[in-house]
């Protein structure tokens, strides 16, 4: 799995690169960052293209400048690289520091981890559940269902290349996809492997054929088979 991490890179943010990276890659994982020049008030298209090859993104916004001394504001280029994680509908966690505007941060409805500077030890705690959750996939195969859908209708094209498979993938509000899948022939019907998949997770089937279209509803990964209509 690639994470992106998003944070300050100063001294203040050093402890993210040395605590939180290393966390990241004992589980397997492979650290992305996005430590480039915002020349503009635009996201760079390096950083961006980083963010789509990445499977998840963990945002920290910290403290950066106060405004009246009383509300403090964070790093905007991590703003922008949350917000790019979201409208690509990436599985994303924001760490909050304390003291930090709201509208600094995102006000969208998703996973956020709280962080307080002397309490450094039970957001780590939180960052470890949040990426150990993250890793708790499967690699699923799937059948396609009804039998006679799938060997009347499909079996007949899957040499055909105008054939086209994908699935979404479900977890809450959370949607994760259109991923590209191969239908194949196997002993008892036709199936299709979905690798990585979390085991709380629905999925939905979607095949096209020229003007014609199959697709299901989310189902249970758990489920013998997907029934497609």
Same mark, same amino acid.
């Given at each position: 799995?690639?994470?992106?991490?998003?944070?300050?890179?100063? +001294?203040?943010?050093?402890?993210?690169?040395?605590? !939180?990276? +290393?966390?990241?890659?004992?589980?397997?994982?492979?650290?992305?960052?996005?430590?480039?020049?915002? @020349?503009?008030?635009?996201?760079?298209?390096?950083?961006?293209?980083?963010?789509?090859?990445?499977?998840?993104?963990?945002?920290?916004?910290?403290? &950066?400048?106060? *405004?009246? /001394?009383?509300?403090?504001q964070t790093h905007q280029w991590v703003v922008m690289e949350l917000a790019a994680a979201i409208t690509l509908k990436k599985r994303v966690v924001e760490v909050r520091e304390a003291g930090v505007d709201a509208q600094g941060g995102l006000a969208q409805n998703l996973q956020r981890i709280d962080y307080a500077e002397g309490a450094? @030890?039970?957001?780590?705690?939180?960052?470890?559940?949040?990426?150990?959750?993250?890793? *708790?996939?499967?690699? !699923?195969?799937? *059948?396609?269902?009804?039998?006679?859908?799938? /060997? /009347?209708?499909?079996?007949?094209?899957? &040499?055909?290349?105008?054939?086209?498979?994908?699935?979404?993938? &479900?977890?809450?509000?959370?949607?994760?996809?259109?991923?590209?899948?191969?239908?194949?022939?196997?002993?008892?019907?036709?199936?299709?492997?979905?690798?990585?998949?979390?085991?709380?997770?629905?999925? *939905?089937?979607?095949?096209?054929?020229? /003007? &014609? !279209?199959?697709?299901?509803?989310?189902?249970?990964? @758990?489920?013998?088979?997907?029934?497609?209509?």
């Amino acid at each position: 799995m690639n994470i992106f991490v998003a944070y300050g890179y100063n +001294p203040r943010d050093q402890w993210i690169k040395d605590m !939180v990276s +290393p966390i990241i890659e004992s589980f397997g994982s492979t650290v992305i960052t996005g430590e480039e020049t915002y @020349d503009g008030p635009n996201i760079p298209e390096n950083v961006l293209t980083k963010i789509r090859r990445s499977d998840a993104l963990l945002g920290f916004t910290t403290k &950066r400048t106060t *405004q009246n /001394n009383v509300v403090w504001q964070t790093h905007q280029w991590v703003v922008m690289e949350l917000a790019a994680a979201i409208t690509l509908k990436k599985r994303v966690v924001e760490v909050r520091e304390a003291g930090v505007d709201a509208q600094g941060g995102l006000a969208q409805n998703l996973q956020r981890i709280d962080y307080a500077e002397g309490a450094r @030890d039970k957001c780590l705690v939180d960052i470890v559940k949040a990426i150990g959750a993250w890793h *708790q996939t499967d690699n !699923v195969k799937i *059948q396609l269902l009804p039998d006679g859908l799938a /060997n /009347n209708d499909l079996r007949p094209l899957l &040499r055909d290349r105008g054939l086209s498979c994908k699935y979404v993938i &479900r977890v809450g509000n959370f949607e994760d996809g259109p991923f590209e899948a191969e239908i194949k022939p196997i002993k008892g019907g036709l199936f299709i492997n979905a690798p990585s998949v979390p085991r709380d997770a629905l999925i *939905q089937i979607n095949i096209t054929y020229g /003007n &014609r !279209v199959w697709s299901s509803d989310y189902e249970s990964t @758990d489920s013998y088979g997907i029934h497609l209509r």
